[in-house]
C-alpha cells in the first residue's frame, strides 16, 4: 500500500489533474463521426471519460 | 480514443482536403477562444489529454515527423499508453474512474452500493453519479409505432478498457437466459458525445416473435 500514491502519480492517466480550459466550437468536418450522429459543437466537456488527441495544424 | 484537428487561429484560406472525406473531427480555433494558447500548444502538436481533460503528454509532427518510422511507433506507443488505464489495485476498475466516482480506491468492481447495484454496473453504463446510485444507461424495451417491431436500448461504455465487455441476454422465461437464437441482433451503436463516455447500443427484433425479457451483462476478465 505504500507503493499506491507513487504508483498513482506514475500513471500517465492521473499525472495531470487539472482539465483544459473549456470551450465550444463548430465540426466542419460534414464526414466525421461525430458530424454525422450529433449537431454539438466541439467541446472538451463532451469527451470527458474518454482519451483524446487534439493535432493543432494548418488546413491551408 | 478521439482524435480532433484544429486549425490555427488566422489560418485561411480554408481548405476541407485535410480532412473531407475522413471520419475525424476538425474545427477552426477562434482569437477569441484560442484553444492553441489555452492547451499550452504549437503549430503541429499533439496533445494528449486523460479521461478527465488534463493534458498527459504531447509530441511535435514538425520536430518529430512521422515520415521517419522510428517517430511513428514513438506517436503509437504514446497513444497506447494514454489509453491504457491504470489500474493500481487490480480491482477491474481504473483508478481514475474510481477516484472520480468514490474519492478513494475502495471499491471493487462487485461492491453493491446502497441501492443494491454493483459498482461495475455504475462503470459499466457509464453512471454520472455513482455515490448517488443513478444508472440511466440501463436496457429498455422500445415498440416502434409504424410495425409494432421491439428494440432494446442501453448505453455502454466505450472501448474495451481492463477487458470490459457488455452483452445483452435475453430469455421467454426468466429462469434461463441466452446470447444466441433470441431473435434480435444489434443494430446500431451511436457515441453520445455527451461527456459521459458512453455509446448507445440498440438491439432490433428481427424475428416474428422475438425474447421478451432483456438483461445486460457486464463483466471483467
New interface residues.
Partial sequence: MRL?PF??AA???????????D?S?????S?????R??A???S????????????????? | ????????TG????????????????????AA?N??T??G?????????????????SYN?STFSLTDATNRLVMKNK?I???T??D??HDGL????ETWAYGS?SRNAASVGINGRKTIQHWAH?SPAPAAGMIPGLPVMAVYPSDGSLSVFFTR???TALGLTVTPEFSTTLSSWTTTGHGYEEWSV??L??????ELVEWHALAAVPFPYVRVRATLP
Fill in positions: 499506491l504508483l498513482l500513471s500517465p492517466w492521473a499525472r495531470a489533474q487539472t482539465p483544459v480550459a470551450f466550437i463548430p465540426d466542419e468536418n464526414t466525421s463521426l461525430r458530424r450522429v450529433t454539438i459543437p466541439v472538451p466537456r463532451n469527451y470527458l471519460h474518454q482519451v483524446t488527441a487534439w493535432y493543432f495544424g494548418h488546413e491551408n | 480514443m478521439d482524435i480532433i484537428g484544429v486549425n490555427e489560418s485561411t484560406p480554408y481548405y476541407s482536403g485535410m480532412y473531407a472525406g475522413k471520419p475525424l473531427s476538425w474545427m477552426r480555433d477562434t477562444t484553444v492553441e489555452s492547451f500548444a504549437i503549430y503541429r502538436d499533439v496533445i494528449i489529454l486523460n479521461p478527465l481533460n488534463g493534458r498527459i503528454d509532427l497513444l499508453a494514454a489509453a488505464p491504470a493500481t489495485d481504473p483508478d481514475y474512474w480506491l457509464c461504455r466505450r472501448g451511436r457515441t458525445y455527451d461527456g459521459s463516455g458512453g
